[in-house]
């Protein structure tokens, strides 16, 4: 049974609401059909179709090949089976350089693949162009912290906002994308202190992935949830399908675990 029950077609009302009453809200990837009604189906509130697929579908080592033809083709095959869940779908590597492609690109993503909300990996350069997406009626999630497209200018995966200065910009960017007309937050790999302060002074949901417990939702891959992970997993990432004595019980596991703050510890 679902842990919904009836609820149907989670809303960005829903999830500020939850945010107002300190629910912690679950969110997974989801790639396929299949995985999606699992999702759906254990609860989960908000299901990314990530460019993460990169590397764990389609086995490349960063999400930078990941095009728009992709991005849609994934959010369609997810968007088909979820009936609960609130989905949105990462705007790939260089599919947002300019407003005029980010509304193409966006608008694509939800006349065609079907999602409810794009996500952008944000900085001071992409104010403008929340800014317009959220004029026009896009429901956007800002990506702040660890930001996986621009791996090659960052020179490996680790963590941000280490110091005074850095902590800073990422604060000030918090502030400046929700006044820009942001909708929600992600913050990776970001000190938990930081996500704290981030997350109490957003009116926006904020979801922390290696971001500590402080943040009003957590978000996982799929892949490192289940174990199945290619390469290194992330030390923040569980398997919940260890002490699981299947795939729809790992998934539900996690989803309890985030709503009782048993994870992350």
Known sequence: MSVQGNIKNITLTQLR?????????????????????????AGVEIILVGDSLGMVVQGQDSTVSV?????????????????????????????????ELALDNATDLIQLGGVQMVKLEASA??????????????????????????????????????????????????????????????????????????TKNSSIPVIGIGAGPGCDGQILVLHDVLGVTLGVTPKFAKNFLVDAKDIPTAITSYVQDVKNLRFPD
């Open 17 to 41: 609401a939850m945010k107002a009453g300190e629910e912690k809200i679950a969110c997974l990837t989801a790639y396929d059909a299949s995985f999606a009604a699992l999702l759906d189906q």
């Open 67 to 99: 095009t728009m033809d992709d991005m849609i083709y994934h959010s369609q095959c997810v968007s088909s089976a979820v009936q609960h869940a609130f989905v949105m779908a990462d705007m790939p590597f260089m599919s947002y350089t300019s407003v």
């Open 125 to 198: 350069r992409q104010v403008s162009i929340v800014q317009e997406l959220s004029e026009c009626g896009i429901p956007i999630c800002a990506h702040l912290g660890l930001r996986p497209q621009y791996i090659h200018k960052l020179g490996g995966y680790s963590m941000q906002g280490n110091d005074a200065a850095s902590a800073k910009e990422l604060f000030d960017s918090a502030e400046n994308l929700q006044a820009a007309g942001a909708d929600m937050l992600l913050l990776e790999c970001v000190p938990n202190g930081l996500a704290d302060k981030i």
